[in-house]
C-alpha cells in the first residue's frame, strides 16, 4: 500500500470501531484512579493488548504498561503514550465517592486514543519500518506528594511522575521518537491545537514545626505553626512582583494539615505548592525565592521549618518537524480551520521530561467542557476527543515509518537532545533535597 492508502485504511479501522473506543473511554471515566494507582485501568489495557495479540510488560513504574508492534523491516521506535490516571476533585459530581479521583482532565480520552491509534496500526504495520510502541503511562498528575514520597521510602519508587520513574527503568531506552494527544476544553484551541510551550515546575512539600499548648489558656507557651505557614504565604505573594511576566511563573501553595484540634496551638503544619516557570531557570529562580519566604515564617515564630524539593517537570517543547507533520494530518481531518496554535501553557506535563530526550509532539484535542481540572470538566465529543487524535496520530506515525523510515530518520538526525539520560537523571537527584531549617539557626 502507498502512504495514501494506509491512511485511508487507518482511518476506516478507527471509525469502524468508534463505539468500541468511547465505551473504553467511558469506562475508564467510571472508574478514575490516581496516580501509582491506577491498577483496574491498567488490567483493561493489558486486556486490551492481549485481545489484539501484542506482547507487552506490565507493572512498569508500578502501573505502566507497554506494549510493541513490530514493523515489516527494521528502523526507528516510534512511541505513542496514554495516560492512566485521574486527579482530586472533591466537587466534581462524578467523583469517585471514596476517594475524590475523577478524570477532570481527559486522561481517559489519551488511552482510548493511544488503543485505537494501535489497532489500526497494527493492519499496516508490515509495510512500515521500524516498531511503534504503545505506553500506557501512570502518575502524570504530580498530587499526594505526601503519600508517594512514602512509596519512594518504601523502595517502591524514585521519582513521584510516571514518565521520570519510566525514564529511569528504561522504558524509553529505545524509543526514539514520542508522541500523545491531551483533551482540551478550551474554545480557542479548537477541535485539534499544535505546537506550544508549557511551564515547568519544581515541586514542594513543606512542614512547619512549633509547639503545641493550650489555645486558650496558655497560647504564649506554644509556638504556632499554621501563624508561620501564614507569614510564609504572605511572604510568597510579596514576591510574585519581582517574577519577569514572560518567565510565566506561577506559584500556588495548598494547605494539607492546618493543625489537630482548634483548642490547641498548631505544632506541625504541611504545605504542598508548586513553582512554575516557562524555563529551567526561571522554574529554579522561583523555588530559590520561595524558600526564603518558607524560612522566614519560621523565623518570624520561632519555629522551624523542613522543606522537601522535588523534581516536578521540565518545560514541554515540540520538535517543529513533527508540528508540522502533524498538523498537515490533522487538517485532513478537521480542516485548517478548526485546527489551532496552542501557544503558551501555565501547566505542566512530564511530557515535557520526554521532550528534552527525544523529538517529542504533544497536540490537543477538543470535546471537552467545563474548566481543566474543574467541577465542571466533562467530555461531550468522543469523535473529537478521542478519534479524530486517534487518527492523526496513526497518520503520523505512517509519515514517519513508511519510505524505509526515512522522515522519522531525518527528524532524529535533526533533533538536538536538551540533556542526556544520564543527565537528566542527575539533574532530577540534585533537585531532590530535604533541609530542616530553626529560626536560632536563622537569626
Not at 479548537?190 to 512539600?205: E, H, L, P, S, Y
Request: glycine letters at 10%; aromatic letters at 6%; one cysteine or more.
Amino acid at each position: 500500500m502507498t502512504p495514501a492508502e494506509m491512511k485511508s485504511h487507518v482511518r476506516q479501522t478507527i471509525d469502524a470501531h468508534a463505539s468500541e473506543l468511547e465505551a473504553l473511554a467511558r469506562q475508564i471515566f467510571a472508574q478514575p484512579e490516581l496516580g501509582f494507582k491506577e491498577h483496574r485501568t491498567a488490567s483493561l489495557v493489558h486486556d486490551w493488548f492481549e485481545r489484539l495479540g501484542l506482547q507487552h510488560t506490565d507493572g512498569i513504574a508500578v502501573t505502566g504498561t507497554r506494549a510493541n508492534i513490530a514493523g515489516g523491516s527494521p528502523g526507528p521506535t516510534v512511541a505513542i503514550l496514554g495516560e492512566l490516571d485521574s486527579l482530586l476533585c472533591w466537587e466534581h459530581p462524578e467523583r469517585d465517592p471514596r476517594t475524590g479521583a475523577v478524570h477532570a482532565c481527559g486522561h481517559n480520552a489519551q488511552v482510548a486514543t493511544m488503543l485505537g491509534a494501535g489497532l489500526a496500526l497494527r493492519e499496516v504495520a508490515g509495510e512500515l519500518a521500524g516498531r511503534i510502541a504503545l505506553m500506557a503511562v501512570p502518575a502524570e498528575e504530580y498530587v499526594e506528594l505526601e503519600e508517594r514520597q512514602k512509596f519512594r521510602e518504601q523502595g517502591q519508587l524514585e521519582f513521584l511522575g510516571g514518565k521520570a520513574e519510566m525514564v529511569r527503568l528504561g522504558a524509553f531506552d529505545d524509543v526514539d521518537i514520542a508522541m500523545m494527544v491531551h483533551a482540551t476544553s478550551r474554545p480557542e484551541d479548537g477541535d485539534i491545537a499544535v505546537g506550544g510551550t508549557n511551564n515547568g515546575m519544581v515541586a514542594k512539600f513543606v512542614r512547619f514545626l512549633g509547639r503545641t499548648s493550650h489555645a486558650g489558656g496558655a497560647p504564649y507557651q506554644g509556638i504556632n505553626a499554621l501563624s508561620a505557614a501564614r507569614v510564609a504565604l504572605a511572604g510568597i505573594d510579596a514576591i510574585r512582583e519581582t517574577f519577569k511576566d514572560e518567565d510565566h511563573v506561577r506559584v500556588h501553595p495548598i494547605i494539607t494539615r492546618g493543625g489537630d484540634v482548634v483548642n490547641a496551638i498548631p505544632a506541625d503544619v504541611r504545605l504542598e505548592l508548586f513553582c512554575r516557570g516557562a524555563s529551567v531557570e526561571a522554574m529554579e529562580l522561583a523555588h530559590r525565592k520561595v524558600d526564603r519566604a518558607l524560612k522566614a515564617g519560621a523565623l518570624a515564630l520561632g519555629g522551624a521549618v523542613e522543606i522537601t524539593t522535588l523534581p516536578g517537570y521540565l518545560p514541554l517543547f515540540h520538535d517543529p518537524n513533527l508540528v508540522a507533520m502533524f498538523r498537515g494530518n490533522a487538517v485532513s481531518i478537521v480542516g485548517a480551520d478548526n485546527v489551532h496554535e496552542k501557544g503558551h501553557g501555565g501547566g505542566s506535563t512530564d511530557m515535557g521530561d520526554i521532550s528534552h530526550l527525544l523529538p517529542t509532539v504533544h497536540p490537543y484535542a477538543g470535546g471537552a467542557s467545563g474548566a481543566g481540572h474543574g467541577a465542571d470538566y466533562h467530555l461531550d465529543d468522543y469523535t473529537k476527543a478521542v478519534l479524530n487524535p486517534a487518527k492523526a496520530i496513526a497518520m503520523t506515525v505512517i509519515d514517519l515509518l513508511s519510505d524505509s523510515a526515512s522522515a522519522a530518520r531525518r527528524i532524529q538526525a535533526e533533533f538536538t537532545p536538551r540533556m542526556t539520560r544520564p543527565d537528566y537523571l542527575a539533574y532530577l537527584r540534585r533537585l531532590t533535597t530535604r533541609t530542616l531549617y530553626r529560626a536560632e539557626e536563622l537569626e
